[in-house]
């Protein structure tokens, strides 16, 4: 016994409604969890390469330099966790994209590592990002720029560089 050409159709559209309707009674009864970003150890890797070549002259030297660096990595991670969720995920696919070799290899120019990196071609790749034509390129690195320029200048210690003397006393 042969179906007809009506018949298919009818039985399709029928089979497309349902599975329409199931998907969006899963949606309505299971709410997914909010996106939190994590800074995850690929990520601390890329920041810890990143940082000091945004900051550059700002790092102190010595023995201050590391603490000083992770204080402001820490402050990108907070940054971060301040944003809305959507743009967490954007962020978070940003270091997933950094975090991936071939990907790192082919945006950033850098071969090995992040714990590898020098600052000569983290600085270079920067660089490309700062000027590249493609808008997506740019926004990255400005993502990156301010995010690790607002979490240093956002510690006290980094004020007195810069001739800030704090807040007012009668606004605290």
Same mark, same amino acid.
């Given at each position: 016994?042969? *179906?007809?050409?009506r018949t298919f159709l009818k039985?399709?559209?029928?089979?497309? @409604?349902?599975?329409?309707?199931?998907g969006a009674l899963y949606r309505? *009864?299971? *709410?997914?969890?909010?996106?939190?970003?994590? @800074?995850?150890?690929?990520?601390?890797?890329?920041?810890?390469?990143?940082?000091?070549?945004?900051?550059?002259?700002?790092? !102190?030297?010595?023995?201050?330099?590391?603490?000083? @660096?992770?204080?402001?990595?820490?402050?990108?991670?907070?940054?971060?966790?301040? =944003?809305? !969720?959507? *743009?967490?995920?954007?962020?978070?696919?940003?270091?997933? =994209?950094?975090? =991936?070799?071939?990907?790192?290899?082919?945006?950033?120019?850098?071969?090995?590592?992040?714990?590898?990196?020098?600052?000569?071609?983290?600085?270079?790749? =920067?660089?490309?990002?700062?000027?590249?034509?493609?808008?997506?390129?740019?926004?990255?690195?400005?993502?990156?720029?301010?995010?690790?320029?607002?979490?240093?200048?956002?510690?006290?210690?980094?004020?007195?560089a810069t001739g800030y003397p704090?807040?007012?006393?009668? @606004?605290?």
């Amino acid at each position: 016994m042969g *179906t007809s050409r009506r018949t298919f159709l009818k039985a399709g559209g029928l089979g497309a @409604l349902a599975l329409a309707a199931g998907g969006a009674l899963y949606r309505a *009864t299971h *709410t997914a969890p909010p996106h939190h970003f994590a @800074l995850d150890g690929e990520a601390r890797a890329a920041l810890h390469a990143i940082a000091p070549a945004i900051l550059a002259g700002a790092l !102190p030297g010595g023995g201050g330099r590391a603490a000083a @660096l992770n204080s402001s990595i820490e402050g990108v991670h907070a940054a971060i966790l301040g =944003l809305p !969720p959507v *743009t967490q995920k954007e962020v978070q696919d940003l270091f997933g =994209l950094l975090a =991936l070799a071939p990907a790192r290899r082919l945006l950033t120019g850098v071969s090995g590592g992040w714990a590898e990196a020098r600052v000569e071609d983290v600085n270079a790749f =920067l660089q490309d990002w700062r000027l590249h034509r493609l808008g997506l390129l740019r926004s990255a690195y400005h993502a990156l720029h301010d995010l690790v320029l607002g979490a240093w200048y956002a510690q006290p210690a980094s004020w007195a560089a810069t001739g800030y003397p704090g807040p007012m006393k009668e @606004l605290s």
